[in-house]
């Protein structure tokens, strides 16, 4: 019998490996190191711009080879950007680090939430997927708040150390991830072809099912468009914090509150599964907005007041949006379909970045 409750266990594990880390505010790090927050927006684009690139090709690799096997993949393109970010003394050699890191986003993008999702139809308890979604959203938040809030140890102990605790770590998740069992997808044995033709099949009937899905690609339009707004708010109040006169004792436990918003958000909508989609996404679309105003206060406390609300609008919204689209794709495809909203949100980034970056520039 399919033990759905290990392998539940196992990937929440994984997921608190892959997000744990002393390099959580890398922002700052680059920034300590005299890389200016152009630069850093530069670096950005770079991380997004290969999301573009391999987010749809790692999806159906997902599908057609396995998820287990390319969330492995994701832990080791981690540890080659960390071990870039390590030797690295220029933009180019950031920007590469940037690169696999965002190879080790795509691999995990689509792979993670299918696993999971397969996994509990096997078990007859698809139902609960929702609260899977909310409990891996906070853990999400939680190590990435535990992260930031380490950025005075990570500034203290100097970057290269900092990514060589990432480094530990990957190789940690790699062991939990080691012992996951396939469910779904195309590896159970039904292959009617060679590995090329599985993967044109996957990629095919992936676009064909969203030809006819227009509602499918309207949420994940609207959630990326939100999703891209509050990263972005969160990403430049790093360094924007501190321009506000706030004192360093104080960015991380800014940065954990902040966090802690997105944690508040994941639980909320849990509580209002009566709501429709249309009411949600406005009334979180709104949060969102407002901690985009407030960011333009000048005052670090109400500052940090606005990165709250935009974590929970954003993460109470991805929370619902992730289990209405789960519900609609077709196991075959599920990785790829995935990675199609995690597409759609790199386009999105890739145009908003370099342009938020110009604009808190002259704040």
């Known amino acids: 019998m399919f033990q759905i409750r290990k392998q539940i266990k196992r990937l929440y594990l994984s997921s608190v490996l892959g997000n744990l880390s002393l390099t959580g505010a890398w922002v700052s790090l680059l920034a300590a190191r005299g890389y200016s927050l152009m630069e850093i927006g530069i670096a950005e684009t770079v991380f997004h711009i290969t999301s573009l690139a391999f987010e749809l090709p790692s999806g159906v690799f997902a599908d057609v080879f396995g998820k287990k096997k390319m969330l492995i993949v994701s832990s080791v ?22 690169a696999f890191q965002a190879l080790s986003y795509n691999f995990a993008s689509g792979s993670d939430d ?28 939680l190590c990435g708040g535990i992260s930031t809030l380490c950025a005075g140890l990570a500034l203290f102990i100097g970057h290269r150390l900092a990514y060589s605790v990432d480094v530990l770590l990957s190789v940690l998740q790699i062991r939990v991830l080691a012992s ?19 993967l044109a099949d996957c990629f095919c009937g992936s676009f064909t099912f969203l030809k006819d899905a227009r509602r499918a690609i309207g949420l994940m339009f ?9 990263t972005l708010l969160l990403f430049f109040l790093q360094a924007k914090l501190p321009m506000a006169s706030m004192p360093n004792w104080a960015l991380g436990m800014a940065l954990l509150f902040m966090e802690l918003g997105g944690i508040l958000g994941s639980r909320l909508i849990l509580k209002c599964g009566g709501f429709r989609y249309r009411w949600v996404f406005f009334f979180m679309a709104l949060l969102v907005s407002a901690g985009v105003c407030l960011e333009h206060s000048g005052s670090y406390l109400v500052m940090t007041a606005g990165g709250f609300l935009a974590a929970l609008g954003d993460d109470a919204l991805q929370v619902r949006t992730n289990t209405v689209l789960q519900d609609m794709f077709p196991s075959e495809q599920r990785a790829t379909l995935i990675s199609v909203e995690s597409f759609t949100f790199s386009v999105i980034m890739v145009v908003l970045s370099p342009l938020a970056g110009v604009l808190f520039s002259r704040w």
């Open 114 to 141: 299918a696993l999971a999702y397969d996994s509990l139809k096997l078990a007859g308890e698809e139902r609960y997927f929702e609260k899977y979604a909310s409990n891996q959203l906070i853990l999400y938040r």
């Open 77 to 98: 393109m981690r540890i080659i950007g960390s071990l870039f970010m390590i030797v690295s003394c220029n933009l180019p050699m950031v920007c590469a680090s940037i």
């Open 222 to 230: 609207c959630n990326s468009l939100v999703g891209a707004t509050d």
């Open 180 to 198: 996951l069992r396939e469910a779904g997808g195309r590896t159970d044995g039904r292959s009617t072809g060679g590995i090329l033709h599985e």
